[in-house]
Structures are given as structure tokens and as C-alpha cells.
């Protein structure tokens, strides 16, 4: 059995605007305090994480002096040490100051993009001091209201601009640092480019340095889009692009929830455990980054709430993690995959060095083959998603 | 002034189960009988398409012998030649036999995907018999409603490895065919591969013979996952990949409406003329294919308003067309183009030559660049939105 | 510990057209062979049910003359008989038939409208006769595509004729059926009237005999429009109208999915049978009628594999209200429900007397209440939701 | 031909929060200026509007004392009198203060529903003062985002009692002021009571006054559940519910985007447009109360950009109202009306002094209607469609 508590091997982080959300909304004030960076990381320590993430703007409010900047940098630093808590990701606040409001590096404005570029280098620097590995772009901005007043193909051509300086950088300053772009369809902008894992990946392959660029995935993205998420992380593994991932939850097309990881659609965040824990070849892990917690406490909640919430998120992975493992060990859930025919996706559909001539000779594959017949057996697949699901409620 | 009658110059296209499809639906009979192909190409050709398109089972029903199949080939290549008709486009029926219940290219039961593979190289050997230019997968029933039950990485192998091996077929035998994947996010299967533009976009990246195969987008599967289509056509040309696009209507996420093209999204659809018809360098058409109708006559109509729909399709992209034209002429539109800077963005964010390492030395980018003041200047994109608006409704 | 073997006291109920679906759908082709309906009594009564319901056509195939219409209604009663299943409700084919393209009490066709006052009534007789208690109407036809081509308050006055027509025909009769409208937002009309719960619990506040209408809600068909379902059932019930209730799965904003109950939104499900069996005064049952499951089988699927999907349903309801119960019995939860002010919500706002001349006078109510101090608790809803979760997951 | 220019006989009106909004959203800053009331009223009346809408916190900061409240409100009804703007309709802030972070009316907190009812009557006597003849209750903290935190059947019994007090209050006080809800399912809570125009009508039905309470629907509330609004104001109409109107744009489910009117799904505001104008007896209109832009300029935008969203939204409107009325006035419509059968929906199924009985006993009503032949009628409805698409783009 899994141990519920969470440990540094389970790889669990937080952005530190997640737990220091103040909870204003569009229709409202925020409801809580702010909280000093240096207080989240040693919560976090506590509560069991490996790592905390951050904004540029989340550690060095905006506009502070190289002093200042200094100041906050090095409180922090201390904080990282005495808690040994690490830093595997941070990303640049490319939406909050309305210098952004058309976006950053696709603003119509040249001289906004320029200063996005230097806003991004400056906090790249920053991260690599800080040993992260991964470098996250969420184009939040990066979109439109209005069709006819962004050119999305010039955009495109910006953006790619914008990551390939940003690459040669990185490579240039030997940093070590991945990029992952996050996906999301809309808000705050009516229409984000990228929108989905699918045209973020696409966009990727015609990068300069595509190799180092992959994807930033969150679960409430896609499923703003009601979009499958566990589709969707396949085809990023398949594409070996699953760089980072933002976990949360999300009750389908409406506004950006992040609810806490599982508070959404639970069976989703089961087949998305499953596949991270289990789906790689032989069963281990498919993908072996942090764990990223994405997520907002409640506006209702007061700070005991913030932390307690922050404990569900992982507490909710780990027993997912348990029924998962549990699901893949029973015997009657081996047997239904076999009757599912799931393995035999695996094998090709052409034989070993069999060609499209040799399947055009083959008369069993068409002339003889019956598809009437083949038709009738049925595929097994609801007995399958009834085990996953009594597996998930703990019921087997 | 754009004529609104249509020439075999404007291409329009349709496919024989749009106009031929006899509106049974989930909850219901078919209320209209079935249209011979013949009739159909008599008829497309009297009201000013210029292409005609099929499944290979539009054509030759599902199991006929050799002597059917060539009778059908026949009387149908007649017709063809009597009215002037071409087949711009061909495509494969793998989801309506219930052998296909699991998929083709991607059943679990290989032998259903070798099945499948020669239903295809079948019909491609048709396609280039009559000319097509454009092959269509749409692949409806790849797809799964139980994640655990469909490994979805060796799916994509699957895929990959069905497209790889048809594409070489096409090269060997020299039917300049090119293929156009049709992503749709699902209907009829819970979950369908390659959901979107995007997923779609990515995938081709990973093919053998990538630069044989794009897209074929339609509006109404893009619109199901309520994704701007505009923005999504613009990433495909963007990318090289818009080989086809299929035009119709929808409202939003609910089921396949496939609506007359402009009966859903008019503002959308404008958007969507203007680009293919004015996107293009030096503001000539972005895009010379076929414009091929994907919709269905509502299921309430009569053989009459089938064909009064067909029409319909065609005058509404005219009326867009002569729309968009006026307003790209508008020298307010252009004015107010400028106002929003949107031929900014095509200007590179690095000057000609410019490295990283000039932007970082350029003061005047970001230490010197007065974010706030910057923020204060209004986009007015709104004029841009009003104007197109006005334009379409005809009131400028 | 609650048994997870279906007994007659469960009350679980299904329709001849769920395990019977052959599996057309839109796209494809039917996968399965028709069961016969007295197959379907015995195997339904095998598995643990205690009720069947049906269309007047599932039974008695659409044309059949009287002969063939009473042998029908013989041989069903003979497998009641034998089982001792009952039949709680029915319901009219009013979809299926192109004659209803247009709708049913809706049509724009007046004589279609009084066809379908007839087929209702014919089958309102027969259901009287089997010992049903509740009618169903969902109105799958009754809708449009074209706004303007549909008066709407034409159609809600024919809808409400219609309905009085039949509410006085029963009354009459005697027949002691109650009347269930079944709201859906779309499919197969591009929108249907009454297209939710609230709507439709609006129109039967317009009806003369209103008192004997209520709802029939489907869990799915709210999802489509991403609506909560636990809060629409809690809103029926406080009107008095939740008269009978479908159960299936659904996956948000799409097609009409009609998944195994439990197979979609887990959590929603999951809050669903806590409310139906523990929302009633002093934690009992709130809802006291069939627990009908109207779903469809895969169409993958073979006929074992509908058997399977059939106990399925049930077996998901049963573990789903051992959870609730489980949760319920908490004293955790009983203390953080304390916490989260839950009881406190059933505290009158005015107290027992008190007029709002009072409170105006009460000064601790606003002009000395401190909001901002009031602001500052939180509401603790996280811990109600992970506490939710763990018992849904047997963690707990 | 209908004038193009706003006068005040168009009874236009917009809410100080619309043309006020800083434009603050989930991810950003304001970035715009505070405008004082006092200039809205004064270039809204310049622009042609005839009223203007408040909440109380709009008007008078939260926390005023009486010096500065009376200070407010004097320089407000001098700028009324000098620009002859009235108000027609006030209504409540009661979710922008933390205070009311778990609702107002249904807040779990007695002291905060006690506080809000006093914050409300307040504003009553402002409202009153003020002349207005609607006050508008948008209740959107009232909703949960946890099912089990939130008893919804406690919360409609506090919702009715907070109503029915408020009422009272009204009725005794001879303030003439009716009360319109305004649905709206998401946002900022997970999921809001009374989520869609059906639920609140249906709320309505169970008031102690409820002949003085209808409703305030919103376009873009309605679109973010895809539901139909022309559908949804038809039926508040059919219940003579339809006090007051919010005028905005919206593309489907996502995030609330209250864009200018018409700039969202802009046939459905066509023919929303064309039912108020001329949906009434005899074609007149069939709602004669302000036409309220409840919308907010695009953050991208200035202040200029700012009035210039305000007369956009009035054009469109009387753009469409023109296109409207050359529709209604066109023979050919009308034909294709009659064709479509859409006045015989009109005329009673069943005949002046007929029973069921009668009907019963009309053997052409069943026994000898041909359901087969009466099937076969197309009912032209897409002609209808096309008609009106080419009015509304000004083609016909």
C-alpha cells in the first residue's frame, strides 16, 4: 500500500501563486491576505512538497529597484536551504501589468514585445541561479476578442520569433533549462492562441530549437475545451513533450476553476494517475517530472483552509496513485484487458518486414475476410471501465 | 460587386452524402429517400458547383461484386462527363459498418485494421481514376469511450504506422494524392483522435511522408470545441497544411449540426471568407482549393429544399465574399487597421540583424521603457469589430 | 454495510429501449441484434430490477394491427406475471416516426398535433393497464433549428393544450397516472423546448392541472448543458416535482451519451444518491420512486456485455449509497459540516415573528455590523469537499 | 427606414458599471480610470441613451458616511435634471465585498443574509427616489462550488423569504418598483442558484408576491449554458415575465465576456432583435421596456474606445431592428412563413368547443390518418433560414 503522506520522492510542488491567491475575482475583492514566499515555502516543507515555483513577479514585486530585488532573492534563497524545498520550474507574469493587455510576445505593439523579451531573459537568468530545469510559458495575453485585429499568422511568426531568441539564450548562457508552453483556450483573452495541447505541439515542431521546447499541460485547460485530458497527455508522451504538468481540477466549459486536484471530474484525474504512475513500458512511471499543483484555494476560505487544501491536493494524487496501483495488480482486470483486446493494439498491423504488397496479397486481410462476422464480437469495453471504477471507489 | 451566382470558377464542391443524406438520426427514421448519385452530379452542376465528392460507399454500396462496382463507376464517370464535373477529393466510409464499432486504423482487432488498410488502398486506386487531388481521413471511430480500454499511444502507432504505409502506396503507384487529415473532437465515439486543427497539426509532424499529408478542417468540429475556427485555419496555413476545408454551420458544443455554411457563427463565418479569400500575400486569396459544403439538409426538409439548400450554401459564401471585399476596401477599415496596429505584428520584434545580445544592451527596451506609460494607450480594437460588423450587414 | 445485490426494495427500473438499443447511431450502423421484450422482463428480473418501462412502440412495433397488438400485450403481461416485475412507468414514441420531424404536440402541422394526442392517449390506456403511476413526456421533437421559423409562445400554448387535454382524459378516466415532463436541451432539434429542469418546472406552473405534472429529469441531459445536477434535482424537489428520474453518465457539453450511471461525472453522481437517499427531513430518503436507468450500452458492445452494463448501473447506485451513507455517519463530516455553517443555512432570516420593521430597527444588523470583520472567517468548504471525495473513495 | 440614430424614444439605457468597468480581470490590473458618474450621465445622454442604471456601490463607494452619500447622490440628480436622463432601473451590490464571498440572500452566515436584506432596502429607497420602475436582483454569490457545503433546498427557502420580505417592504412603502432576477449559471461561484431564465421563472411561481416579480435575462448568461435566448425570452414573455433586459454578446461557454451587443452569436441577436420589435399582437412589440446594455468595452480599450462601445451597441441594435423590419415587411417572407406553416401553430389542435371525446371519436385524427404520406411534407424551413440570414446582411 501506498503511504498517504506525502514525501520528496513523490516530487510534489506549488506555484507560490497558487496558496498566496488573495482571491480577487471579476465580480470581486480579494478575501485573504498575502502571504510572505518565505511562510509558503516552509508550509509547503512541511506539508510534505519538493518544490515551489514562481512569476518573476510572485517573489520581486513589479517595479522594485535592484535592491530590493536583492533583498526578496536572498530571503528566499535562505528559506530554499532551510527547508531544502528546490525550485524546479519558474515563469515569467506576462498578463497582470496592462502593458500586456494586447499580450507580450505577439502584442500588435513591437515595443511591448521587446520588453517581454527582456522581462523573460531577465527572470531566465533568475531561474537558472535558482537550478530550475524547466521554464514555463503560459501566453495568458497572447490571443484576441476580435478577428479581424490580430493577424494570427504574423502572431505565430512572433511568437516563434520571441522562443527561438529565448532558446538561443538559454543554450548561449548554458542554463540547462527546458521551455514548456502551457495551453489554454480562452480568459483572459476571448481566444488564446495555442489554445489546446494539440496546437501547442504543432506550433512546436516549427521551432528552431524544438528539442528543448515541450508542453506545460493543465488538467482545467483542456477541459475548459471538454477536451479528453488523458488523450491528451498521450499524445504529448507519445510526441515526447510532457515536460511539466500542471494538475487541478475543473467542472467542464465555463470559467478557469482551479479546483483542487480530483475536485473536478475524479474518474479523468484516475486514468491520468494511471497513466502517469503506470503507463510507461513494463508499468513504471510515464513521466517522471514534479507533480505541479496548479490550482486556487476556494475564495470562501480563510488561510487554515489555504494549507488544508494544499495537503488535499496531494493526498488526492497519493490515493489515486494507491487505487491505481491496485487496479493494475488485479488479476480480473489483466484478464478484461485481454478480452479488450487492449494489448493487441500494440502489436503492428503489419507483420515484420511485410510490405503493402504482401498485405494486398493477402486475401484472408480482404477478399476473404468477413467483416459481417467480425463485426458481432463484442469489445469488453464497459466491464473494463466498471472495474476501473469500483477500483477507484475502493471497492475491490 | 461579386456576383452572387456560382461559376465553376468560385469551386465549390459538395460531397454525395450531403445532399444525398436521407436524415436518419440518433432518435429517428430517415424521412426522405435516397438520391442517386447521377441525379446528384446533374444537379450540383445545374445549380454551379464544380466538384463532386465521395466515400466509396456513397458510390458503390458497401459489398457489392465487381460487376455492381463497375457499373456504378460507369454511369457515375458518365455523368461527370456530361456536365463537366470534377472529383477534387475522395475519402473511405471506416466508420459506418458496425466492423468498424472500435475503430479502422486503430481497432484493437488487427485484423479490423488490415481490414481497413485495403478498404482504403481500394478506394485510393478509385480516387486517382477519376483525378482527385485529395485524399480525406476522417477518422470518426478512432476513438475510445473508456480510457483504460484504448492504449492511446499505440494508437497513435497504429495511425501513424496505417498513414505511413498509404502514403507510400500513393508515391509508388504515382496518384499525386495528397491526404488531409479531419480532426473532430467526438461523435460518434465518446472521445475521437486527433480532436482538433492542433492535435491533428502535430501528428503530421511525426509522419514519414509529412509533406504529403495536411488537413481538412471543418467549422463545425472545431466549433463543438467551441475553438475560434478562424484562429485554428490560420495556425493551418500558418503551417502550410490547409490541403481541404469542409464549410458548414453549428451552434456551439452539442451534437454534429452540420448546418448550411453562415446558418451558426455568421460573425465567425465572415472571418472566415475574409481569410481564405483576402488572407493571402499582397491580399489575394490565402487559400485555392476546392470550397466544399460538409453540412446536411435539416432532417424536416423535403427533396425540394434539399437542393434549395445546396444553393443556399453557395449564395451565403458569395454574399461573405462580396462582404469582405467591401470591407477590405473600406479605407476607414484600413485606417482603423492602422489605429490598431495590426500591421505591426508583421513587423519582426528584432531589428534585420538584431541579436539577443543588442536587445539586452538596448536601454531604451526595458530599463528606459515606461511600462505604465505604455499601458495607457487604448488598442481600439472595438472600431475594428463594429466595422466588420457594419460591412457584413451590409451597412457600410 | 449496505448489500451490493439489487433487491426489489431498490426499486431500480429499466426502459425496453436501453438494454434493447441496437446501436445505430448517427454515423453507423446498428451492432446488435433486437432483444425481445420478454427477454428482456426475465433477464431484468435475473439481475434484480423491479420495474420496466416502455415506449408504446418498444412494445408494439409502430403499424401493428390489433391482433398483433394484443399479442404483444399478452405475452409482456404473461413475463410480468411470471417475474413479478411491475411497470412504474411508460411513455409515447413521439421521435422516432418522420412524421414527427417537426415535433408532436408542437407541430407547426395541426393535424400531426392531433395524431399525437391520439397515439398519447391510446398508450396513456394501455399504461393505466399495466398499473402505471407515472407518464413520461420527453419531447424530443418539440423544438426547432430555424428561429423564425417557429413561433415559440405558439408552441408553449400548444404544449399546454396538448398537456391539459390529456390531464383531463386521465382524470376522467381514472387512471391515477401522473404526468413526468422530461426536459433535454438539444438532440435531435437543434434546441428543444422546456430544455431544463427549470424550464420546464416554469411551464408547469402555467398548467391547469398542474398539480399532477412533474419532472422527469435525466442526469445527462443537464450535463449537456453543464448544468449541476444536484442542484436542479434539490430545486425540483423543493417545488415538489421530482415525480421520477433517469440515471446515466454523461461527459459534459456534447452529444447524448447515455453512459452507464456513474461512468461520467463521479462526484455529481456521487452527491445525487446522497441526496435522493439521505436529503429527506432527519436524513432519510428525499425521493421515494424508481431509481430508472436510462442509458445505453456501448455500442461496442455484444449482449453479454449489455447484461453486464445493466448490473453495472445498479451496482454503481448501491456503492454510491453505502459511500453516502458512510459519509453521513461520519462524525468528521457531521463537524465540518457544523463548521461550514451547513445547518445554519435552515435558520430562518428573520427570526420567529420578527417583521422587517424589526429589522430595520436592529442596528447590529447594518448600521453596527462589521463586515469587513465578518469577511475575515472562512467558510471551510474545502474540507467538505475532500471529506466528500475519501468517502467516495472508500478512504475513509 | 429606421433612423440609425439613438434617440431617446428607443429607451436605451446602460449600467454605470459597464461604460465604468476598470477592466480588472482573473489575471490583470484595471487599465483604465475611475469615470466619475456624473460624466457617464452626461455623455450617455449626448450619445443618444434615455436612462442609466446603478448598483448602490456604483453611485456611493461602500463605507460612505451620510455626508458623502447624500454629497453623491445630490451630484447625480443634478446631472440627471440637466441632461433629462432617468433612471428606470437600480439594483444592489452584494457580491464585490468579501462579506458576501458565500452569498448574500443564501449566505451559510444568518448575520450576513440579515445585513444584506438591510443593504438592499437601502437601496430600495434610493431606487424609489431615483424613480425607478425595476429593481434588479443578479444574485451571484448565491451558488457553491461544493455540493454538499450548500443545501440547496435551505437556500431556496432563505432566496424566497429574503424576496418575499424585500416585497413587502416595496409594497408597503408604495415604491411601485417590480423585482426582476437575473439568471446566470457560473461565474463567480462554481455553479449559481437559479442558474438559467426556466429555473428562475420556476422560483418565481412559489413567491408570496410573485405577480410582482419577473425577470432581467441576459444574452451572454444564457449563451455561456448554449442555451437559445430567442427560445429562452420567448417563454419569459409567454409568462408575462419579461420586466427588463440585458443586451450583450457572448461566444458559448466560457468565461462571462459581456461584449458589445451583436458582437457574440449575432443571428441570434437578429432574431431576438426581431421578437421584441415585432413579436407582439399584430406584429408590434412585444416588450416595451428598456433596452439595457449590460456589457463591458474590451480591456484593451481606452476611454475613448470606451464611448465608442457604448454607440456601437446602440447601432447594432438599430441595425438589426431595420433588418428586422424589412424581414417582416418582405411578401416572400411571408410566403415562405406560410409555406413553413408557421401560422398554423397559432390555430388551437383542437377546435373551438372540441373534447377530447370529439377527438376520440375523429377517426382522420388517428385510425385514418396516413402518418407515411403526412411524413413525406417538407417543411421549408431552411428557406426561412436563408431569407432571414440575407436580411439581417442587408442582401434582400
Not at 109 to 128: F, H, T
Not at 292 to 319: C, G, I, Q
Not at 320 to 340: G, N, W
Request: charge should be negative.
Amino acid at each position: 500500500m501506498t503511504s498517504l503522506r506525502p514525501t520528496r520522492a513523490d516530487r510534489f510542488s506549488f506555484g507560490l501563486w497558487t496558496v498566496g491567491w488573495q482571491a480577487r475575482d471579476p465580480f470581486g475583492d480579494g478575501t485573504r491576505p498575502a502571504i510572505d514566499p518565505v511562510e509558503t515555502v516552509h508550509r509547503l516543507a512541511e506539508l510534505g512538497a519538493y518544490g515551489v515555483t514562481f512569476h518573476d513577479d510572485d517573489l520581486i514585486p513589479f517595479g522594485s529597484d535592484e535592491a530590493a530585488r536583492q533583498h526578496h532573492v536572498k530571503r528566499f534563497r535562505a528559506a530554499l536551504e532551510e527547508t531544502g524545498l528546490v525550485v524546479p520550474m519558474a515563469t515569467t507574469n506576462l498578463f497582470f501589468h496592462p502593458v500586456f493587455k494586447d499580450g507580450a510576445l505577439t502584442s500588435n505593439d513591437r515595443s511591448i514585445r521587446r520588453y517581454a523579451l527582456r522581462k523573460v531573459m531577465r527572470n531566465l537568468d533568475l531561474a537558472a541561479e535558482f537550478g530550475a530545469s524547466t521554464y514555463v510559458f503560459w501566453g495568458g495575453r497572447e490571443g484576441s476578442e476580435v478577428d479581424a485585429a490580430k493577424d494570427v499568422r504574423s502572431a505565430l511568426d512572433r511568437y516563434r520569433e520571441g522562443l527561438d531568441t529565448l532558446a538561443q539564450y538559454v543554450i548561449d548562457r548554458g542554463y540547462g533549462l527546458r521551455f514548456a508552453l502551457e495551453p489554454k483556450p480562452n480568459e483572459p483573452r476571448g481566444d488564446i492562441l495555442l489554445p489546446t495541447i494539440g496546437h501547442a505541439l504543432a506550433f512546436i515542431s516549427t521551432l528552431e530549437h524544438s528539442e528543448m521546447v515541450g508542453l506545460n499541460p493543465e488538467v482545467g485547460h483542456e477541459q475548459m475545451s471538454n477536451l479528453n485530458f488523458v488523450h491528451g497527455i498521450s499524445q504529448a508522451l507519445w510526441q515526447g513533450k510532457l515536460f511539466h504538468i500542471d494538475l487541478n481540477g475543473q467542472h467542464g466549459p465555463k470559467f478557469d476553476q482551479d479546483l483542487v486536484f480530483g475536485h473536478g471530474d475524479l474518474i479523468s484525474a484516475f486514468g491520468l494517475v494511471d497513466l502517469l504512475e503506470h503507463g510507461g513500458p513494463g508499468g513504471g512511471p510515464a513521466y517522471d517530472g514534479p507533480r505541479h499543483f496548479d490550482y486556487k484555494p476556494l475564495r470562501t476560505e480563510d488561510l487554515d483552509d489555504v494549507w488544508r487544501s494544499a495537503a488535499a491536493n496531494m493526498r488526492t494524487y497519493l490515493l489515486l496513485k494507491e487505487r491505481a496501483a491496485a487496479f493494475r495488480a488485479d488479476p480480473e482486470v489483466l484478464e478484461a484487458l485481454v478480452a479488450a483486446r487492449v494489448p493487441e493494439l500494440a502489436v503492428p498491423t503489419l507483420a515484420d518486414g511485410e510490405t503493402y504488397a504482401d498485405l494486398l496479397a493477402d486475401r484472408s486481410a480482404f477478399e476473404d475476410f468477413d467483416a459481417d462476422a467480425a463485426a458481432v464480437e463484442g469489445c469488453h469495453f464497459g466491464r473494463v471501465d466498471q472495474l476501473a471504477i469500483e477500483h477507484l471507489m475502493g471497492a475491490r
